[in-house]
T-cell receptor, first 111, second 113 residues
Framework: DQQVKQNSPSLSVQEGRISILNCDYT??????FLWYKKYPAEGPTFLIS?????DKNEDGRFTVFLNKSAKHLSLHIVPSQPGDSAVYFC??????????FGKGTSLLVTP | EAQVTQNPRYLITVTGKKLTVTCSQN?????MSWYRQDPGLGLRQIYY???????DKGDVPEGYKVSRKEKRNFPLILESPSPNQTSLYFC????????????FGPGTRLLVL
């Protein structure tokens, strides 16, 4: 059963605007969350992470928000650029070391 | 250059013919892992290893074997491949599973006929 869910398979945003990618999880034992970005024909690359003791983490244009009570996190990209077009995976860790991934959201940033 | 390498990058095989996909990292990472990516299912973890001789099952270990005899290598073994193992496979390594230090290889596309 999928414990990390990305319910939007795709998202299209205009260049310069905000992209918001959402992720929900079901396992309350998850305590660390990561976002990975993947271009075609390449392996995923790490983007940003957040510990469950925080509710926000920011790195340049990328901000991740965590709402533990709702078991929801989101990735905000501001401003969006065409080079941000990729598949974004949300992932979560519990006290162990098995990384649980969502199915991914394909982001298209149009000029 | 710090990297995770996988070989082969592409492989077509037939049902039942044993195969091995190699994975090697040059960053002295403790943690290594294998994932498969399938349309509509995202990335699913097959096996992972916290250190030499320490391996554990991920979400979808059936039909796969791994070994970690040395730190830098983590081969994925399909003893008797079946068509449902047709997929895109990624190896990853990191100092630990947490944080940004998990590096992914370029992927191995496998077709089992």
């Amino acid at each position: 059963d999928q414990q990390v869910k990305q319910n939007s398979p795709s998202l299209s945003v205009q260049e310069g605007r905000i992209s918001i990618l959402n992720c929900d999880y079901t396992n309350s034992m998850f305590d660390y969350f990561l976002w990975y970005k993947k271009y075609p024909a390449e392996g995923p690359t790490f983007l940003i992470s957040i510990s469950s003791i925080k509710d926000k983490n920011e790195d340049g244009r990328f901000t991740v928000f965590l709402n533990k009570s709702a078991k929801h996190l989101s990735l905000h990209i501001v401003p969006s650029q065409p080079g941000d077009s990729a598949v974004y995976f949300c992932a979560a860790l519990n006290s162990g070391y098995a990384l649980n991934f969502g199915k991914g959201t394909s982001l298209l940033v149009t000029p | 250059e710090a990297q995770v390498t996988q070989n082969p990058r592409y492989l077509i095989t037939v049902t039942g013919k044993k195969l091995t996909v190699t994975c090697s990292q040059n960053m002295n990472h403790e943690y290594m892992s294998w994932y498969r990516q399938d349309p509509g299912l995202g990335l699913r973890q097959i096996y992972y290893s916290m250190n030499v001789e320490v391996t554990d099952k991920g979400d979808v270990p059936e039909g796969y074997k791994v070994s970690r005899k040395e730190k830098r290598n983590f081969p994925l073994i399909l003893e008797s491949p079946s068509p449902n193992q047709t997929s895109l496979y990624f190896c990853a390594s990191g100092w630990e599973a947490r944080g940004e230090t998990q590096y992914f290889g370029p992927g191995t596309r496998l077709l089992v006929l």
